[in-house]
């Protein structure tokens, strides 16, 4: 009993020895485990005191991107691309093609007078409003009442649009552009070249053409001397045609005559029938308020446009 006893509590001090030395390997793991969840939690408790997650991993190895990093910032560069209007709607080939279609002629691969009474229809304009004719030098259309497939698909892939709505909301865009000086120019230009009927050789404009297009091209912004200058046409029976070069400085001879035609210079090389107006508007302001008109409606021009 005494060595019993004994080898009792020789092994209960030889225990606690062992415990306080750790020479056990199970009291090693228990530290080793201990030791772990620690660090744990010293791990936990930094990166919380920092607000910063650890990145995420995929099973390749590559590092997840921070999302709430990364997601705030793109959707404010989206939010600031759109309101610039840096960043425009898709739009489809494929649906330009199907507009096409819908007002495409039964014979001819093209847009005809009768498709376009239609497509203007759809876009809410009549077809002698200025929008039109802007409409038609974005699609650089060839001839009056008339769009070719590859002058409707090239103008709205151009436009960016390939529905109805879509072209409409580029209306007041067109309309700001040939604002400027140069733009409006190449609208000028090319207005004289859409009203010819270029497949049957035109060369002039017929002078009835030339007075409704001039009268169109000069909606917005119309120069003082336009009313006198196609009242003088309409009055001028042999003037039966308007040619290029007439045309084209019409646009420069309205800008430097001024109003009451002060400016004007017979040494300038302007074409004989701006001389022949400027005899007639003068005639006309020196007679009396209440007959100008109906005399100078008399005032018959004899030499014809074509000469210039």
Known sequence: MGQCASTCRDSSDSDQLGNENDSSPHRRKKQSRRGTSQSSVMKGSFFQSHHKELPEVHNNGTRKEDSSFLDKPKLSLLSESLHCGTIVPEYSKAKI???????????????????????????????????????????????MCKFTRKEFVNGCMELQADNIKAIQSQFPELVNEVRKEEKFKELYRFTFQFGLDSEGGQRSLPTEIAVALWRLIFTHNPPAILESWLRFLNSSPAIKGISRDT?????????VVGSDLTSYSEDEAWPSLFDAFVEWEMDCRKKAPNSAEKDCEQNVVTETDSQD
């Open 97 to 143: 093609e199907e507009l096409f279609a819908r007002y495409k002629d039964e014979q001819e691969d093209a847009i005809l007078a009768e498709g376009m009474e239609s497509f203007c229809n759809d876009l809410c304009v009549d077809p002698t409003e200025f929008v039109v004719l802007v409409l038609a030098w974005k699609f650089q259309a060839a001839t």
């Open 247 to 255: 045309w084209n400085m019409f646009l420069n001879f309205s800008q």
